[in-house]
T-cell receptor
Framework: KAGVTQTPRYLIKTRGQQVTLSCSPI?????VSWYQQTPGQGLQFLFE???????NKGNFPGRFSGRQFSNSRSEMNVSTLELGDSALYLC????????????FGPGTRLTVL | KQEVTQIPAALSVPEGENLVLNCSFT??????LQWFRQDPGKGLTSLLL?????REQTSGRLNASLDKSSGRSTLYIAASQPGDSATYLC?????????FGTGTRLQVFP
């Protein structure tokens, strides 16, 4: 069974631009969570989607948004990019029910210049 | 608010040593606790998951224990190898999300 995939793997943007990142969960998994990892703040929860609905949201500004499609694939969007948005963005998928074990993708490395 | 702490922050050991990595958390009302490994610039690889009703889990040379009452978990690595060099992260799952510790950076030298 294929793992969690994220595209693109690397992105370079400039301040003020917007960006969209994509995540395809493991087949059969219906929950997708997004995390931001930076050297200063570590790993922080962004939001979680289940069955196309946002179930939980972390403490990030409204510039960060996401959505989930009927096939469970998820996208996150960051508008009006700031230098501080440079980070590794990780997506995790979780099967329905059970242990809530989360399986992570390889991440998208975003650099904002 | 859950806070997760990992000690030590960094560890450098010779090959073959048995290691203990520590993770402590402030809120014992966790659903489960997960240990991950992260190689530089890469995503997270799940190592072990311990449900709140369990005391420990084992996988190969890895053993993780959980003591909810004291807010602690330990990851035991037996007979360490250079390939074990990575950052190890613990994370608690409370009601809705994973809360991560700051990690322990492990280097195992030949």
């Amino acid at each position: 069974k294929a793992g969690v995939t994220q595209t693109p793997r690397y992105l370079i943007k400039t301040r003020g631009q917007q960006v969209t990142l994509s995540c395809s969960p493991i087949s059969g998994h219906r929950s997708v969570s997004w995390y931001q990892q930076t050297p200063g703040q570590g790993l922080q929860f962004l939001f979680e989607y289940f069955s196309e609905t946002q179930r939980n949201k972390g403490n990030f500004p409204g510039r960060f948004s996401g959505r989930q499609f009927s096939n469970s694939r998820s996208e996150m969007n960051v508008s009006t990019l700031e230098l501080g948005d440079s980070a590794l963005y990780l997506c995790a998928s979780t099967p329905w029910g059970g242990s809530n074990e989360q399986f992570f993708g390889p991440g998208t490395r975003l650099t904002v210049l | 608010k859950q806070e997760v702490t990992q000690i030590p922050a960094a560890l450098s050991v010779p090959e073959g040593e048995n290691l203990v990595l520590n993770c402590s958390f402030t809120d014992s009302a966790i659903y489960n606790l997960q240990w991950f490994r992260q190689d530089p610039g890469k995503g997270l690889t799940s190592l072990l998951l311990i449900q709140s009703s369990q005391r420990e889990q084992t996988s190969g040379r890895l053993n993780a224990s959980l003591d909810k009452s004291s807010g602690r978990s330990t990851l035991y690595i037996a007979a360490s190898q250079p390939g074990d060099s990575a950052t190890y992260l613990c994370a608690t799952y409370n009601t809705d999300k994973l809360i991560f510790g700051t990690g322990t950076r492990l280097q195992v030298f030949p």
